[in-house]
């Protein structure tokens, strides 16, 4: 499968289905301080959706602790704070991603780390809220990792998944529906009740995307 589109001539153009996670971390540690122009310049609309969308269960609860599960280089945190949220943090693999948002200091607190089926270090319920914006895309995050968020997520917390919707059927790891399947499964088995599933145009010019908003149960 190609690198990601209208990312092509960059070194995010290099990003292959089934590659390595390693391979992957160190694409965007290459690519960290070059990001945010890069997603400005092709207008990227992604974190301003996701930040948007949280903020509509959200509500009036600015304080709610937030985890942004793939932050890169925190364009999605400089949107939730646009919208007043005042505690959010990081967790991404790549170093070079959370010191570039470092730098602009955009979170509280940065975790360098990469979430699968390994149980992280932070306690359970530690958040009302976790966002991933575009964290589930080739050869990156899989289905296998939604338990361990929802396990970071307090009970009535949210979880807000923004991804192309392109990806549910081109990537490997989500072909043949699997990445909804498992939301659908933890869902059966009473982890969690989606609240929103919405296509947009336009989170890439000329490409959906499609935003789900599930609420924590158990």
Sequence with gaps: MAGLPLFEKTD????RDG?????MVAIYDSFAEQYDEECANRDYTGPRLCAEVLAK???DR?????????????????????????????LDPSQRSL???????RYDKYICAFIGTNRL??????YDAVTVCGGFIMAAMEPDCLP????????????????????????????????????????????????????????HPGIDGVIFVYRVLR
């Design 148 to 203: 361990e968020i929802i396990r970071l997520v307090r009970p009535g917390g949210y979880v807000c998944i923004t991804t192309r919707n392109m990806y549910l059927t081109t990537v490997k790891a989500f072909s043949g529906g699997r990445l909804e399947a498992a939301m659908t499964e933890l869902q059966s088995k009473g982890f969690w009740e989606q609240v929103s599933r919405e296509l947009v145009p336009g989170y």
């Design 99 to 105: 010191d570039y948002a470092r730098s602009k200091n």
């Design 19 to 23: 590659m390595a996670k390693d391979e």
């Design 121 to 126: 270090d932070i306690d359970d319920d530690s």
């Design 57 to 59: 269960w959200l509500g």
């Design 12 to 15: 995010l153009g290099q990003l």
């Design 62 to 90: 600015k304080t709610s602790s937030i985890l942004d599960v793939a932050a890169g280089t925190g364009l999605c945190a400089v949107e939730l704070r646009k919208l007043g949220f005042t505690s959010i943090d990081a």
